[in-house]
């Protein structure tokens, strides 16, 4: 089997190489800066360690496993101007670097070289694989669409921010698993499995990351605190502060979120104090840890020996913080 | 074989019955709206009649046909939004009637549609039509960085700007023709002949669509004339007349250009007034008239009965003006 190592150097050798138009050097140029600041290539990763379960050739997932890549990279620099970022991964945004128009017109070209990516998928894949990509794609933006629809509702429940995480965040995982399994040969059970234990480990990882934004170590997270809670984002922690906030509690969050003139560390550090009250911490912990026991639960029942399954468990223990 | 308007029937039925995630009305409702506002329906026409050419079963290139309607809207939506348009087809524009971010992400999804819909193409064809597709769905994006580029130069060559129309317009046509072409079972020789066809239709096409941006009637052109020479916009027209201006005309000519206080009216006059002394016009008819000339000895030379070929043969003629 290959190591995440050698993995790694595939990707980045096969984004390196990434074919360009040259007559438009400009439309090209964002593409490839967004695919060159950085970015921890997971997913690429995943689809590469998936197919290498199943198989001992995982370099023949690697195209599509770029042109998935791609396409998390679109999602973001339309994501970007859509929520008025101004950096992502330490450097400026695509619409903040160049233009909005750029930024518009250099993210729909990379939905075209995901598409050119995915053709390459090894044939007799190439058709299941492609229609997971158009549905999860999809899927995708609707989840974008409830994030923004989110953000003009005062109320949004628990129900709904958990489908909204699984079509933004949760999706896109799995689809690389179960792609990247396919490929490698996998049955349509343990290809399924595989989407599952991906979908639940999305779902981990995103309520993981709502409670970073406001309890994570500025240093190891990669930016300040709080930002979710400047915001008024409505996370896992928000919308469950809501549920269980009452009386002068509630009344004061509310005031808090309604307030436009405030001192950012205050607020931060108000809103954060009520959570600590509600015990919205430990709350959130404990559910993204149902997640991850139902995703182990998955990947368990791929019926394939457990020296196979060890990379991708290590890094699926690393991801949800329970790397040994 | 089938006439024009029961193809037409079939993609008015087709697009009506676009499938839609329910669970996001909101991201749907731009996509349904831009569909709906009419349109000539020029592109999946082009398909099945193309397709009909070579087969009797021209419903069999349906699902891509209505694939590259999809992704045609899709390049106007987002287009409009790099334009600052206001208005299509008559009807407020995708990111006036909703908003920018509402035309973005509702874009973004009609890109996945398309692709669900190509990969409908029976599957014999499939790999063809979709690595077609991609060539152009980029072609088409390089064309539009083109086109915005121009904007920002003073001085644009001939030869750059029918790249760029050949890149935004000519090759969605002859894609269309060609892809249509190869479901009906086309040679690759017939189906690249097609291709020519409509890349040297779409030329003629977009120069006409320049001239009568000038020299049209109002109530048959669908808008008002003028309205690329009030924004400077590089046409063949404008473009030649730079080319062909000296003495007391270039400077007028590049005065009315520069001007940021005029009257519309006056400029669109004057301007006017300048093409007809240097006669661009008839420059402008002469090349779209051998763009005519060569798409039709490209459309004689594919090797099918003239019985199979007149409708399509009609329908060019009708789309070049040439129409008995």
């Not at 368990?300 to 990379?311: D, H, I, L, T």
Request: a negative charge; glycine letters at 6%; aromatic letters at 8%.
């Amino acid at each position: 089997m290959y190591s995440k190592d050698e993995l790694n150097e595939l990707i980045t050798k096969g984004v390196g190489n990434l074919k360009c138009n040259e007559e438009a050097a400009r439309l090209y140029d964002p593409v490839r800066y967004m695919l060159s600041i950085g970015g921890k290539r997971l997913r690429p990763l995943l689809t590469l360690m998936a197919c290498n379960i199943f198989s001992d050739k995982p370099e023949e997932a690697l195209m599509p496993a770029i042109g998935l890549e791609v396409f998390h990279n679109f999602t973001l620099v339309h994501d970007d101007i859509m929520d008025s970022a101004k950096v992502r991964r330490n450097s400026p945004t695509v619409h903040e670097k160049w233009s909005l128009n750029q930024a518009i017109l250099s993210g729909d070209v990379m939905a075209f070289i995901a598409n050119e990516y995915i053709a390459l998928t090894p044939q007799p894949h190439f058709m299941k694989v492609f229609k997971l990509y158009n549905n999860t794609a999809t899927e995708v933006c609707v989840g974008q669409q409830m994030d923004m629809d989110f953000e003009n509702r005062p109320f949004v429940s628990l129900e709904e921010y958990l489908r909204m995480i699984e079509l933004k965040t949760a999706v896109l995982l799995a689809t690389c698993l179960k792609a990247g399994s396919l490929i490698g040969g996998a049955s349509d059970r343990n290809a399924d499995l595989m989407y599952e234990f991906g979908r639940s480990l999305g779902l981990a990882f995103q309520i993981q990351d709502d409670i970073l934004d406001v309890y994570g170590n500025p240093v190891v997270f990669g930016k300040k605190t709080g930002g979710d809670i400047l915001v008024n984002k409505k996370t896992f922690l928000l919308i469950k502060a809501l549920e269980l906030a009452t009386g002068a509690r509630e009344v004061r969050l509310k005031e808090l979120m309604s307030s436009t003139d405030f001192n950012p560390s205050e607020k931060i550090s108000e809103v954060t104090s009520i959570y600590n009250d509600l015990g919205v911490k430990e709350i959130s912990e404990s559910l993204a840890a149902d997640f991850i026991t139902s995703a182990f639960a998955y990947f368990r029942n791929v019926s394939v020996s457990e020296v196979r399954k060890g990379p991708l468990l290590q890094m699926a223990l690393s991801m949800t913080g329970r790397e040994k």
